[in-house]
């Protein structure tokens, strides 16, 4: 089979196509056919050997896939051979097979193509549990999503309004923030030509945001913590900018705000019925119509290095995914 493959840390031109042999699952595992991965902002840190994890080189990076499954290994029950499915991997499944353990293992819905499928879970899971476990968002609040038209802030800017939030998307250009407003975002800001604090005070008439939503880091994390709204929730998503903020505590104090991290994976698996129980819901609005991935870009597998430096140059406007061809 071909795999994507990192033998050595460094950016994505560092990455080879190779054949490899297919792997076997074991004990509890499931062996899926990928026909769609997506492409996500982790991929581009696990490359470089900047990620929490650090897997055992070479190996394909490639946290979620979808495809069909191929072989179950002992001890897995309720997965067979020719089942839809969405797994999750972690790294791994820039390739034409992956194993993934069955307790990853997500039946696709019907109305579910496989590209969507595999662009789905990492963005909307985790949008999805930092603004109802983390931020408790509520009907009527107002929620500013900083790099609004990325993977995870496109989905929170859907997951705002499936939430019943007033929704204030910002991003680096007005492209994007069209595509914001296409899935939902009651106002914008352009943050490359806009003053943010300015801007969000004008939208709330100075009383601030209930809750931010932060991916990006850097340069936007205090302006926006500094137009909080009393009692209001600062989540902290990630660091697409590169760089993590100091940020001065006393204006926690000031706000009477928290400020509150947001791991996904970690919730995962300290609270996996949690996580179930997020997932249904997730794919019931899917359903009913209430989220839509949007993908901007796909690529063949052989294509993997342009998908990545899209994402970390902040092409992408939601999701870019990799295909098999099958």
Known sequence: MKAVLCKRYGPPSELVVEDVP???PGEGQV??????????????LIIQGKYQFKPELPFSPGGEVAGIVRA?????????PGDRVIAATTWGGYAEEVVAEAKRIIPMPDGMDFDTAATFVLTYGTSHHALKDRAALQ??????????????????????????????????????????????????INYSTD????????????RGVDVVYDPVGGDLSEPALRSMAWNGRFLVVGFAAGSIPSIPLNLALLKGCAIVGVFWGAFTRNEPR???A????????FKAGKVRPHISARYPLERAA?????????????????????
């Open 22 to 24: 297919s792997p076997k």
């Open 31 to 44: 062996l899926v056919a990928v026909h769609a991965a997506g492409v996500n902002f982790p991929d581009t």
């Open 72 to 80: 179950v290994g002992p001890g897995v029950t309720g997965i067979a």
């Open 139 to 188: 009907p009527g609040e107002t929620l500013l999503v900083l790099g609004a038209a990325g993977g995870v802030g496109l989905a929170a800017v859907e997951l705002g309004k499936a939430m019943g939030a007033r929704v204030i998307a910002a991003a680096s250009s007005d492209d994007k923030l069209a595509t914001c407003r296409e899935h939902g975002a009651d106002e914008t």
């Open 195 to 206: 003053d943010l604090r300015e801007r969000i005070k004008a939208l709330t008439a100075d």
């Open 274 to 276: 949690r996580n179930e």
């Open 278 to 285: 997020n997932l249904q819901e997730l794919l019931a609005w």
């Open 306 to 326: 342009d998908a990545l430096r899209d994402v970390m140059e902040r092409k992408v406007k939601g999701k870019v995914v990799l295909t098999t061809g099958r």
